[in-house]
């Protein structure tokens, strides 16, 4: 089996596409020794190496659009969302357990926005370590973290190569969630019966949030689009500078940062992605 550094990039709902990828590694005689994860990447990361992201995989493939957005408590102070809610679910899945008792190693990566630097996150509370890794600007609040107020990882660092650097593995492999657009995905409808626009029109008009909220342009979505792009540029520079063994580049377009509604054609996506690289000798 060839034993691999698996580092595992931020960008929302895409990061289902992780699933995809580490079951097909699974499949392929690949195992899995090591996990860097920023955002999205470090809750996939921190569910596998517990063991239990097939609990996670189960939920995310129930999930629709309503199930989402009862998930996002608006009650934050310094972001739209405070976070309980969701991680209060995510420890009904996975439980709490201490990262140095994982039997796979695993380091979050978040940002300290203050010191402008990157913190690994890699003992201590799981929980705490994800929740600091998917801070979203904007989005949720951030999260304190031993005296500090940390953001998403993916501020700094979105693709977290250099926590790999010394493991004693055969291949660094990255799933990077920023790469070039790509104007061809048709990614299949969903399976579940979910209008996205429609719902989340119909929520937000009950909840009465400004328009700047939530409408298609407003102030929300350019930061998410802007987010997006800068993580972008930033994975670019990182990559080039400290390239792993093999990246697995997923187009920044294969959906919106909060389609979770579309869990299966998602992960579906990540597999097919290695099934190709594999037929090209990439894997």
């Not at 600091?132 to 190569?161: C, E, Q, R, Y």
């Not at 593995?169 to 799933?175: R, Y």
């Not at 342009?217 to 500078?241: C, E, H, P, W």
Request: charge should be negative; charged fraction near 20%.
């Amino acid at each position: 089996m060839k034993r691999i550094s698996l580092i595992l990039g931020s960008g929302g709902a895409r990061g289902m596409a992780h699933i995809g990828v580490i079951k097909w590694l699974e499949e392929h005689d690949y195992k899995i020794e090591s996990i860097s994860g920023c955002s999205m990447g470090a809750l996939i990361g921190g569910f596998y190496a517990t063991g239990k992201l097939d609990n996670y995989t189960a939920f995310l493939q129930e999930l629709d659009t309503i199930g989402i957005l009862k998930l996002l408590d608006f009650k934050g102070t310094g972001g739209l969302v405070s976070g309980k809610v969701l991680m209060e679910k995510l420890e009904t899945l996975v439980g709490n357990p201490n990262i140095e008792d994982l039997p796979i190693k695993f380091t979050a990566v978040a940002s300290d926005i203050d010191e402008e630097k990157e913190i690994w996150i890699n003992e201590g509370s799981l929980l705490s370590a994800i929740r600091a890794s998917i801070s979203l600007p904007l989005f949720f609040t951030p999260h304190p973290f031993k005296g500090k107020l940390l953001v998403d990882g993916g501020v700094l660092n979105p693709v977290p190569i250099a926590p790999t650097f010394h493991d004693d593995t055969d291949l660094s492999i990255a799933v990077n969630l920023g790469g070039a657009v790509d104007l061809d995905i048709v990614l299949p409808l969903p399976q579940k019966n979910d209008s996205m626009t429609s719902k989340i029109t119909e929520y937000f008009s009950k909840v009465a949030l400004p328009d700047s909220l939530s409408l298609k342009n407003g102030v929300y979505q350019v930061a998410d689009n802007s987010f997006d792009s800068m993580q972008g540029t930033i994975a670019r520079m990182k990559l080039a500078t400290y390239p792993p063994d093999i990246e697995i580049k997923v187009p920044r377009n294969l959906c919106g940062t909060l389609e979770f509604n579309r869990a299966d054609e998602i992960i579906d996506y990540g597999y097919n992605l290695c099934v190709n690289l594999h037929k090209d000798g990439v894997l």
